[in-house]
């Protein structure tokens, strides 16, 4: 059954990567008034989230996928994995509660259904 949770964490994960990762040219156009400087670094940061969210995702699956979730191996990943996204979650409501658009008051709240996926593939 852990398996079930981890691979549904991780679906979701890789889904959110791949629209963060999508949707980089409509999130950053409003980013113009920046320096060039900024604005590639704000460019690397957007990128770098999508490919974070890719591994967070792709990690755990493939130990799914290949049988190798167990032990010693599924307490590491699965608790590091479910770490990073808790912290994702309370960075994000930190940084999206002041925003007005409404994607930014749901991505909160999907990182906490992904780290309670993971949490559950990982302690039961």
Sequence with gaps: MSEVFITIGSGLAIVLGLVHLASTKAALRGAKDLSS?????IVMQWLGLGYLLLFLGGVPLA??????FAGTCADVVGISTLVLTA????????????TKV????????????IALFFALGTFL
């Design 37 to 41: 400087d900024d604005f590639r670094m």
């Design 63 to 68: 130990l799914v996928r290949f049988g190798a």
């Design 87 to 98: 912290i994702l979650a309370v960075t994000a409501f930190v940084a999206y509660r002041p």
């Design 102 to 113: 409404a994607i930014g008051r749901v991505v909160p709240y999907i990182f906490l259904v």
